[in-house]
């Protein structure tokens, strides 16, 4: 069983690339075999990770254009960590939306390269382009779970109605498991008090939407949010991760923070399966006030 994320946000610069790249290398960091796919053309996560796009043999390019029957997918895999698998981007991938145009399968073309290899690792994430275009399409088409990175101001709830319109096509269409598992605060500032406010706007509109049939029936904002650390914003430039570059920096406490509890719910969830209780369950509602200090120790 794997757990299979993806990043989005229709909107730039929101934390999108911040979190898939450090919550990957966080869930790693925690003895858990870990692949990231890097589906934006801007390659972020993969300079993230310190590798040349340009240097990359195959890419996520060729594999959405490859047929898996007669090229593995697995060869594309850059090795980048231990435990933390990379299938990188390159700049060719903002041509994929024509290279596929009137291909049928075109949305789902990730999905089925990537289902062999889902018992190699037990995460997965998928970092996003900022749109909701072919390549985000692929990543809803082969995921369970959409993760939502935003900042609490109060334009970024603007964007998500679209993005829930989007998730509720796939999930009547190709992917019907698909749900909504929360948002990341990122860049937080807790004690502003607009912050406050959209976070308790967001929360009111989850738990509105606890009774309802639809995909983020079960969402919730996710613990603990990620505070503004500068030191986040310049690790990528020098191609590592958080916990290579400050380890003991608020932003790796908050990340490292995020992904046990991430790996927690996963394993409670897992063990719930072995166990048969009720079947299916979501994973539950989890906030964890003793995460973050846990993780200072
Ligand atoms: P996206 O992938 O959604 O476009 P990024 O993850 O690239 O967004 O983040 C946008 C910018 O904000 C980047 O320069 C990144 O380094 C910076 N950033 C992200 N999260 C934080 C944070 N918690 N604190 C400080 N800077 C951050
Ligand atoms: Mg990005």
Known sequence: ????????????GVGKTTTA??????????GRRVLLIDLDPQAHSTLHLGV????????????????PRETDPATAIVRTRERLGLLAAETDLAAIESELAGVPDRSTRLSRAIEPLKSEYEFIFV???????LLTLNA????????????AHYLALQGMGKLLETVTLIGRG????????GVVLCQHEETTKLSK???????AFFKGSR?????????????PAIRRNVKLAECPSFGKTIFEYAPQCPGALDYLALARGFVEEWDRLLAKRADPGPADAAPEVVVKPGAAAESRR
Not at 127 to 133: A, E, I, N, T, Y
Not at 140 to 148: D, I, P, S, T
């Open 140 to 151: 809803l088409a082969m995921v369970r779970e959409v993760v939502v990175p935003m900042q």
């Open 1 to 12: 069983m794997t757990r299979v994320a993806a990043l989005i946000n229709q909107k730039g």
């Open 174 to 181: 190709v992917n019907p498991r698909l749900r909504v598992t």
């Open 52 to 67: 040349d796009p340009a240097s990359v043999d195959r890419s996520v390019y060729d594999v959405l254009l490859e047929d």
């Open 21 to 30: 790249v450090n919550l990957a290398a966080g869930v790693a960091e925690l």
């Open 127 to 133: 970092d996003c382009p900022p749109s909701l275009g």
């Open 197 to 203: 406010e959209v976070v308790a706007d967001m929360e």
């Open 211 to 223: 009774e309802k049939d639809v995909p983020w029936k079960g969402a919730r904002v996710m613990r």
